[in-house]
């Protein structure tokens, strides 16, 4: 860090919802804002966790808040995804997920039940995922104020042994893997708001996705250039990310990618794509060519696998840019998300 | 962590203002609802940073909220707030802080210049405190929802060479010895939320305070048995936590605890005890007896320790107890904070 003033590229005037719904505007917000006076002239491409040194070993620590409404939901809750967001912001960092901090900001005058009911989620998950929790803060604030609560989950870890993510790494001829449906988790979320007049079958993917992570690993480990969970802002920024990060164009199989109907259904009501719908159980992973197949078997037979597939390769052109071939043989630019249709699903 | 259920002896059907406080109620969520469910059986005395093994070396981790009303207030800021807190639970956890990861709950409709001030805030006392942040995530909420900002700061660090605390290991014999005059956070805070008909010229104490430990830890390390920044609930709760924890009695010279005159009239106008009062750059250090003399020698040659001080003594009578020794003789027990008569404080 130094002491000169860096010259800020971010120029809005006020912070709106859609700074925090991780397209576009998030990404204005980050590199404009927080990275230039925070994180150093030159942090590099940005992942979901830090690796760094300490005490001469290298660890991996991450830090998540968790504001999403409503704290429960079928499939899960704010607790467990709590839990699981951060262990997977690990894990695709390339990160066995070893402790986890947790804090509260709870509102005065919430049920116990309601709290006990998430603390109870959160050990359920930890043990699910072979975490522990090793310690917490609790702050209250005055009745609404924070929405029952919030929780912000910290989580440190070791690297997985083999394993090296670096977006500029990417090159063409890879291929990009996804771990199983799409948008599963964004659109329960917003049929459990209530305000639409839709119902379906759905519910939230949250889960750890470290198994999936470490089968991965152990097929394909020294071809694994990136990876990624698509939560806030979906496949679309993802990738878009990455394509920002190494310059590459990455090519699409939009038939290839998964998708519940009902997730298809609610989308054309609404006018979403689902590529740009979050997910909590989910991941993306580029990997060398030679690796792809072996790495694509052993997501497929791992537990919660079944349905890995490969959605798409990269390519040199057009830079910068994921393209889309649709399934009657066009092709569309597949966009970040920009503005927010659906806030605080994490 | 087990599947067994375990009994939970928190009672209370509501979450209130005083849970998140720090004192006698956040104690009773804390042990009787959180650590029972998160942290396993016998989590054993809990401080304020968490020491694990993480790929063959121990690291230090912590994670606090901070929630503090007014944004900004004389002598600092929550962003300044979030750093200091963090390298100070490491301090007393015997750690140095390396790097910390930084979560933001933001209010939409917040001005981005006053969000940019806390970057600055953040970014200035990091690089006084010689601690790299290492990442970030950010979302935001609704107007109304967060006043301004929360800010949540993970922090990882490495022990302290030759530094061992452990509540336990406190004896009869041993010095308590205090960095410098109490109270003067929560006064300021109290005083700039412009409820009270007062003035005062007083600022937050907030700072880091490694440098203070690193001298003691230099002069005393061995002799070093428990160390605490008593912030929330203030000395009185820090060291009642301690008696708790370690079962003896802790005899303090009420008129050697130094307190601003402005300190201490306004606690005498409402009613507060100025050991009850907030502090945020100041630690309390039990050693042992042979220590305390090179200990408390070393804190006041240090810079910004001038005003540290020898303020009580560790007896076998009464058990789990402190008692305070007034100017005029006499003897009284001195309680851990209840209710919360001072919210959000930081």
Redesign the interface.
Known sequence: ?S?AVPR?R?R??????????GGKA?RR??EG??AP???GASPGP??D??H?S??????A???????VRPLRFPGGSIGELAVNGTVNDLAVSGAKA??L????????????ET??AE??A??AA??RAGV???????????H????GM?I?M?G????IAGVSIAPRSVQPGDKVLLSGPVGDHGITILLARGELDLEADLRSDTRSVLPLVTALAAAAGPGIRWMRDPTRGGVATALNELARDCGAGIHLLEAAIPVHDCVRGACELLGLDPLHIANEGQFLAVVAPEYAEAGLAALREAPGGAEATLIGEVHGEPPATVLGTTGYGGTRVIDMLVGDPL??IC
């Open positions: 860090m002491t800020l971010f809005d005037a006020r912070i709106e919802m859609a700074h925090g719904a998030s917000l980050v804002l927080f006076l925070l994180l940005l992942g966790a830090a760094v300490c005490n001469g070993s290298r660890i620590i991450t830090a998540d808040s968790f504001v070893e402790a901090v947790v804090t509260w900001v709870i509102e005065a005058g919430l049920a116990t709290l006990e603390v109870r959160m050990a930890a043990e522990m929790i090793a310690g917490g803060d609790t702050k209250v604030v005055e609404g104020k924070a929405d919030y912000t910290a440190f870890g070791q690297p806030p605080r």
